[in-house]
């Protein structure tokens, strides 16, 4: 009797555990590439945004939205997004102080979702001001 008691008991936690990994965010981007094209050097800040859905089942937390330099700064949806709802992460590139010409950005975006990690990207050129 025991065996079986101990057996019900663990097929019981199991079943609970599978149960409780099924249930999870997923995390989807409109677009992952924001190009800003050409732009002068008198007016160096640029915005955009990153719009995003819940795909999945389970709320949806950005943990974390971290940019490759100090001359862009994204700020991102802190409350959780429950399924089927969309949040955003904004992005703002500041160029002043920067050398003219094409530039690359990376913003790195850690959820709780079911793809931890995706990596955005923006882009563009500061013309010189003449």
Do not use: W
């Amino acid at each position: 009797m025991k065996k079986f008691l101990m057996m019900f008991v663990m097929l019981f936690a199991s079943l609970t555990f599978v149960t409780a990994q099924t249930k999870q965010a997923s995390i989807r981007f409109d677009k992952l590439t924001y190009n800003f094209g050409t732009f002068s050097e008198k007016n160096p800040v640029q915005k955009c945004s990153f719009t995003f859905t819940n795909n999945g089942t389970a709320p949806l937390v950005v943990n974390q939205a971290v940019a490759s330099c100090g001359c862009t700064v994204p700020s991102y949806t802190k409350t959780p997004i429950m399924p089927g709802e969309k949040g955003e992460i904004k992005v703002t590139y500041n160029g002043k102080g920067a050398f003219p010409g094409h530039f690359k950005k990376t913003i790195t975006v850690r959820t709780n979702g079911e793809t931890e990690l995706t990596r955005l990207y923006i882009e563009g050129v500061m013309e010189e001001a003449k």
